[in-house]
């Protein structure tokens, strides 16, 4: 899989917009962007994923630049329930490959 | 509760014992994976099974034997085990292998000490 570099955290104020980075400059036509978090003693929870149009779901926003060497997730109203460590992962959709994490972006959302 | 269930949540295990992880997952997936985690690791994968053939083993040691009965059941078999094995070992599954179908489910884990 393609590598991505995260910020190592990040902080944010509760109930304001958190955008968290990702560059992939290497990413190929056919890798798909995941985003996945990790809440303290949990196991990591899907977040989304796109290909190549920013996507949006009840969670997040996926926010893919034109070029796809980077892309953002956008939590829009950030809770304390959100602190958590957020990873980005690229997966090659031509083949039926496994998923592999990074060390991730560990968020602080403070009162 | 994600729909991913493993059992037991703790676990304690000498050296020489042999312990079982379990995992259990009703979602109708069709690949199931085990993960390790280690403090201030990254996740690593160690094993991935599809349609219960194994299809991927990340050079994992022979103390951890992996056995997947059927798409809803995977587990982790231990022996032999060393103290730096401890770690929150984590179950997954995902309704195939396509990167671009919805993402995979993780459970919350096993935390095993080897003493």
């Known amino acids: 899989d393609a590598k991505t570099t995260q910020p190592n955290s990040m902080e944010s104020n509760e109930e304001e917009p958190v955008h968290l980075p990702c560059n992939h400059s290497t990413i190929s036509g056919t890798d798909y962007i995941h985003w996945y978090r990790q809440l303290p003693s949990q196991g990591p929870e899907y977040v989304i994923h796109g290909l190549t149009s920013n996507v949006n779901n009840r969670m997040a926003s996926l926010a893919i630049a034109e070029d796809r060497k980077s892309s953002t997730l956008i939590l829009h109203r950030a809770t304390l329930r959100d602190a958590a460590v957020y990873y980005c992962i690229l997966r090659d959709g031509r083949s039926s490959n496994d998923m592999r994490f990074g060390a991730g972006t560990r968020l602080t959302v403070k009162p | ?115």
């Open chain 2, 1 to 115: 509760e994600t729909g991913v269930t493993q059992t037991p949540r703790h676990l304690v295990m000498g050296m020489t014992n042999k312990k079982s992880l379990k995992c259990e997952q009703h979602l109708g997936h069709n690949a199931m994976y085990w993960y390790k985690q280690s403090a201030k690791k990254p996740l690593e994968l160690m094993f991935v099974y599809n349609f219960k053939e194994q299809t991927e083993n990340n050079s994992v040691p022979s103390r951890f034997s992996p056995e997947c009965p059927n798409s809803s059941h995977l587990f982790l078999h231990l022996h032999t085990l060393q103290p730096e094995d401890s770690a929150l070992y984590l179950c997954a599954s995902s309704q195939d292998l396509r990167p671009g179908t919805y993402g995979y489910t993780f459970g919350s884990g096993t935390r095993l000490t080897v003493v």
